[in-house]
T-cell receptor, first 114, second 113 residues
Framework: NAGVTQTPKFRVLKTGQSMTLLCAQD?????MYWYRQDPGMGLRLIHYSVGEGTTAKGEVPDGYNVSRLKKQNFLLGLESAAPSQTSVYFC?????????????FGSGTRLTVV | GENVEQHPSTLSVQEGDSAVIKCTYS??????FPWYKQELGKGPQLIIDIRSNVGEKKDQRIAVTLNKTAKHFSLHITETQPEDSAVYFCAASIAQAGTALIFGKGTTLSVSS
């Protein structure tokens, strides 16, 4: 099993450019999440999805959009990148069942906006 | 919404000593409390978790305790080893409601030999 795969691993953007981060999981998980990690700030929730076709806002959603058109994929979009969006982005997923609430994380995407 | 506070932000111990990291949460409805370990350049990995109907859980050298009345939970690592050096995150959520985990800001643990 690949688990949770994030692409790309690294990216440098110029202010105002757009990009999409892809998260793919092969565990048939219902729930998927996007977090950003900044020094001293821990992991902050951007958006999440409780199933195909559904999305919801997290703690820091401004400047980001998401889509979950297929159960296995969760896309995070930046329409007009800003330097404040320089961060490491982590995707995570978990089963929808009651037996296991633990997340499986991807290895992250390091984004720099100049 | 939920708010999770984590202390200390950094912790240095000698190999073989014990390490304790503490977290408090604000939402009394939260009922799921995991701990994650993050090594440099990698994503966080679940190391242990506890649900609100349990006061303590152990797995070899690590244990977690939960005090629902005081709304705090702690991670205990005994007989620390250099490979325990990492960033540790606590988190909380209302699991059955499908709400997402809210994380503390992390503790950088350094174990020196």
């Amino acid at each position: 099993n690949a688990g949770v795969t994030q692409t790309p691993k690294f990216r440098v953007l110029k202010t105002g450019q757009s990009m999409t981060l892809l998260c793919a999981q092969d565990m048939n998980h219902e729930y998927m999440y996007w977090y950003r990690q900044d020094p001293g700030m821990g992991l902050r929730l951007i958006h999440y999805s409780v199933g195909e076709g559904t999305t919801a806002k997290g703690e820091v959603p401004d400047g980001y959009n998401v889509s979950r058109l297929k159960k296995q994929n969760f896309l995070l979009g930046l329409e007009s990148a800003a330097p404040s969006q320089t961060s490491v982005y982590f995707c995570a997923s978990r089963t929808g069942g009651a037996s296991n609430y633990g997340y499986t994380f991807g290895s992250g995407t390091r984004l720099t906006v100049v | 919404g939920e708010n999770v506070e984590q202390h200390p932000s950094t912790l240095s111990v000698q190999e073989g000593d014990s390490a304790v990291i503490k977290c408090t949460y604000s939402d009394s409805a939260s009922n799921y409390f995991p701990w994650y370990k993050q090594e440099l350049g990698k994503g966080p990995q679940l190391i242990i978790d506890i649900r609100s109907n349990v006061g303590e859980k152990k797995d070899q050298r690590i244990a977690v305790t939960l005090n629902k009345t005081a709304k705090h939970f702690s991670l205990h690592i005994t007989e620390t080893q250099p490979e325990d050096s990492a960033v540790y995150f606590c988190a909380a959520s209302i699991a059955q409601a499908g709400t997402a985990l809210i994380f503390g800001k992390g503790t950088t643990l350094s174990v020196s030999s």
